[in-house]
């Protein structure tokens, strides 16, 4: 049996596509822990909040948490978390097998639309892309969007080009729409979809519809039933859908008449295929196109054929009811290959135009329903060589018959290996190495964690962080082994310096070391990352410090009036006491206060006892605090021009109450005189 022939039978494709799948699964699977190189905010958000309400037993249809979030997605995480717990595989397999499932779901539905290299091409290109790779290692909602989309549009094409109603099969069309809405935003462009389809398949040939309509008709009523209680929810809570607005900026201005933002957006999103991609280091090379050279010559091509093929029927039909007469031949199945080409084309343009009205332009994951069709339009121009049939005289017809058989095949292997090349290098080698991925996955932070996990005797230490939010304390400690015995204390490099513990890492962030002068860098000590091990050595004198009822003591108070700076020395004198530690989404639910539950307040206060200048922080983590800990931490109070600073005073409170936390002998404050 000839090579052409092994290709044709349809066993072939069945295993082609199953070691496509196996590779796909390698791909998202690999070194799944160290690329991303650490952990972003959204991922550790979506998870230990969002997902962990599930496993609490808050059970809802839609998360106000984070600008808002369906529920379905978590529901599936908080699995995968209870079974593995908060690391790379709890937080981001779901990710994996979804993402994993839309290639074949891909060659399913390619194979339907357009024969089995195409829908091969198509899945095996998804499988090693960036944009595949990206959102399937990585654990945010957006990649389970493919999967019900393939599902609700392989079940529609089943139901309408069977040539008679499959009620059965529209109503999965439309469960698997339905379910789509409780996913994700982006999910509410798929019935525009196959609405705009049937618009379409009506003006070309209108008794269609009247064969079709009830399939039709029970397919969107069963995805708006199923629907309809997330948006009655969500009726009930409009402030929900804040990011909506927030990222809506085009088109609001659109709306107030300046179409330049739009007009802008537009042009860049359909130049994100082959010139300037996603701006978004989180996702992305900046401004790198999905496709090289190769791949965008035959996407264009792709998107070409498929326009041709749509607009030719219409033409066609505008023709004889203008009397022209028909000059060509058209064959039997040029319709299909219409429909085909329609359908496609419809579902790309809908899937990219939130780049055309949202920020960041061209952004792959607001894109995210056209992930598959844009790989099945590059897949096209393999369809259209196959459809060519091209004679020669002679001996020869065999020999190139055979060479035509093959082309598509040969073709299609060019095309995978350039893209597996370019794609694979530039997400595991290029993308993880770059500094801005590395500050925004907290790529130190995971080397610091390894670091620690071989080190079991080094537990009390300082490590700085900016400290906006809780989320580089949860970052190290989803990298850190569960039965570890490490405790970090963390602080903010440019206010404070943790004294005891005396040993402290240093270099990252990169900001002003505000107590550089004192870390002298332990001997012997290798680099981790982009941190060095340093020790604190300085004294503090407690003889005669003021405890506060919390568990604080005040040891020392200076104030320098040159540089206008406070500095405060603090011990942990027992298990201190704050309210309850709650991790609150950033952004937070509507109402919902996320601030810090502890600050120190500074003031400068005149003779008369009037508020000139003051500065509120705390640039230590309460939370991390243990009895003995010692630590410094400034505090800037610069007296206006004019202004007689007669005393500085200091003290703790909660931030949501504003009450003030009381000294052991019942002052809510302590004075220090200025020296004049």
């Given amino acids: 049996m000839n090579l052409p022939a092994v290709l044709r039978q349809p066993q072939t494709g069945k295993l082609l596509i199953i070691a496509i799948t196996f590779l796909a699964f390698a791909l998202r699977i690999w070194q799944l822990s160290d690329t991303p190189p650490g952990w972003r905010d959204d991922e550790l958000i979506n998870s230990l909040v969002i997902s962990q309400k599930v496993l609490d037993g808050d059970w809802q249809l839609y998360y106000a948490d984070a600008?808002?979030?369906?529920?379905?997605?978590?529901?599936?995480?908080?699995?995968?978390?209870?079974?593995?717990?908060?690391?790379?595989?709890?937080?981001?397999?779901?990710?994996?097998?979804?993402?994993?499932?839309?290639?074949?779901?891909?060659?399913?539905?390619?194979?339907?639309?357009?024969?089995?290299?195409?829908?091969?091409?198509?899945?095996?290109?998804?499988?090693?892309?960036?944009?595949?790779?990206?959102?399937?290692?990585?654990?945010?909602?957006?990649?389970?969007?493919?999967?019900?989309?393939?599902?609700?549009?392989?079940?529609?094409?089943?139901?309408?080009?069977?040539?008679?109603?499959?009620?059965?099969?529209?109503?999965?069309?439309?469960?698997?729409?339905?379910?789509?809405?409780?996913?994700?935003?982006?999910?509410?462009?798929?019935?525009?979809?196959?609405?705009?389809?049937?618009?379409?398949?009506?003006?070309?040939?209108?008794?269609?519809?009247?064969?079709?309509?009830?399939?039709?008709?029970?397919?969107?009523?069963?995805?708006?039933?199923?629907?309809?209680?997330?948006?009655?929810?969500?009726?009930?809570?409009?402030?929900?859908?804040?990011?909506?607005?927030?990222?809506?900026?085009?088109?609001?201005?659109?709306?107030?008449?300046?179409?330049?933002?739009?007009?802008?957006?537009?042009?860049?999103?359909?130049?994100?295929?082959?010139?300037?991609?996603?701006?978004?280091?989180?996702?992305?090379?900046?401004?790198?196109?999905?496709?090289?050279?190769?791949?965008?010559?035959?996407?264009?091509?792709?998107?070409?054929?498929?326009?041709?093929?749509?607009?030719?029927?219409?033409?066609?039909?505008?023709?004889?009811?203008?009397?022209?007469?028909?000059?060509?031949?058209?064959?039997?199945?040029?319709?299909?290959?219409?429909?085909?080409?329609?359908?496609?084309?419809?579902?790309?343009?809908?899937?990219?135009?939130?780049?055309?009205?949202?920020?960041?332009?061209?952004?792959?994951?607001?894109?995210?329903?056209?992930?598959?069709?844009?790989?099945?339009?590059?897949?096209?121009?393999?369809?259209?060589?196959?459809?060519?049939?091209?004679?020669?005289?002679?001996?020869?017809?065999?020999?190139?018959?055979?060479?035509?058989?093959?082309?598509?095949?040969?073709?299609?292997?060019?095309?995978?290996?350039?893209?597996?090349?370019?794609?694979?290098h530039d997400y595991f080698t290029v993308w993880p190495q770059q500094s801005m991925v590395r500050f925004l996955y907290r790529a130190d932070l995971h080397e610091l964690a390894a670091y620690l996990n071989e080190q079991p005797a080094m537990t009390d230490f300082a490590v700085p962080s900016l400290l906006a939010g809780p989320w580089d304390r949860l970052a190290l400690q989803n990298d850190l082994r569960r039965n570890t015995a490490v405790f970090p204390r963390w602080y903010h490099p440019e206010r404070a310096v943790f004294v005891k513990p005396s040993l402290s890492f240093t270099g990252v962030p990169d900001v002003p070391f505000v107590y550089e002068a004192l870390f002298v860098p332990v001997a012997g000590q290798a680099a981790v990352g982009h941190y060095t091990l340093a020790r604190v050595d300085t004294a503090v004198d407690f003889t005669h410090s003021t405890c506060f009822q919390n568990g604080l003591c005040l040891a020392a108070a200076t104030y320098d009036a040159a540089t206008g700076t406070a500095e405060l020395s603090w011990q942990v004198a027992r298990p201190l006491t704050l309210p309850p530690f709650q991790l609150i989404s950033n952004p937070p639910p509507p109402g919902v206060y996320a601030g810090p539950r502890l600050l120190a307040f500074g003031q400068l206060l005149d003779a008369e006892g009037y508020f000139i200048a003051g500065e509120d922080g705390f640039w230590v983590d309460p939370y991390t605090l243990q009895t003995g800990d010692i630590f410094r931490q400034q505090h800037h109070l610069q007296a206006p021009s004019g202004s007689q600073p007669a005393v500085a005073v200091f003290g703790l409170y909660d931030p949501l109450t504003g009450e003030r936390i009381l000294t052991d002998d019942g002052r809510d404050h302590m004075t220090l005189e200025i020296e004049k």
Wanted: one cysteine or more; glycine letters at 8%; charged letters at 10%.
């Fill in 67 to 424: 600008s808002g979030h369906e529920a379905l997605y978590h529901a599936l995480n908080a699995v995968m978390l209870a079974v593995f717990g908060p690391n790379s595989v709890g937080i981001r397999l779901l990710s994996v097998f979804l993402g994993t499932l839309a290639i074949p779901l891909t060659w399913l539905l390619g194979r339907k639309l357009f024969g089995t290299p195409v829908g091969l091409l198509a899945a095996a290109a998804l499988a090693c892309s960036f944009w595949g790779l990206m959102y399937a290692r990585i654990g945010l909602r957006h990649v389970s969007m493919p999967v019900v989309l393939l599902l609700a549009f392989y079940f529609f094409w089943r139901a309408w080009a069977s040539g008679r109603p499959r009620m059965t099969t529209y109503a999965l069309a439309g469960a698997w729409m339905g379910i789509g809405f409780y996913l994700y935003f982006a999910s509410r462009g798929v019935p525009m979809i196959l609405l705009a389809f049937c618009g379409y398949k009506v003006l070309v040939t209108r008794p269609w519809l009247t064969q079709q309509w009830r399939g039709i008709l029970l397919m969107f009523v069963l995805a708006a039933l199923l629907a309809a209680p997330l948006f009655i929810t969500l009726s009930r809570q409009p402030a929900s859908e804040a990011r909506v607005s927030e990222l809506a900026v085009p088109l609001v201005e659109a709306r107030q008449g300046n179409f330049g933002p739009l007009q802008h957006h537009v042009v860049v999103t359909l130049s994100m295929f082959h010139a300037n991609g996603d701006g978004e280091w989180l996702y992305n090379i900046p401004h790198r196109a999905v496709f090289g050279p190769l791949g965008a010559l035959f996407f264009w091509a792709g998107v070409a054929i498929a326009l041709y093929y749509t607009l030719k029927p219409i033409v066609l039909k505008l023709n004889r009811r203008l009397g022209h007469q028909q000059t060509t031949h058209h064959a039997p199945h040029t319709d299909d290959h219409a429909f085909s080409c329609a359908f496609l084309l419809i579902w790309w343009l809908a899937g990219i135009s939130p780049g055309f009205i949202s920020v960041p332009p061209a952004s792959l994951g607001h894109a995210i329903l056209a992930q598959p069709v844009t790989f099945m339009l590059m897949a096209l121009p393999i369809w259209r060589l196959e459809l060519s049939g091209w004679r020669l005289k002679g001996r020869s017809q065999a020999t190139f018959t055979q060479f035509q058989t093959l082309t598509p095949w040969l073709l299609s292997g060019i095309l995978l290996v350039s893209m597996a090349a370019r794609d694979g």
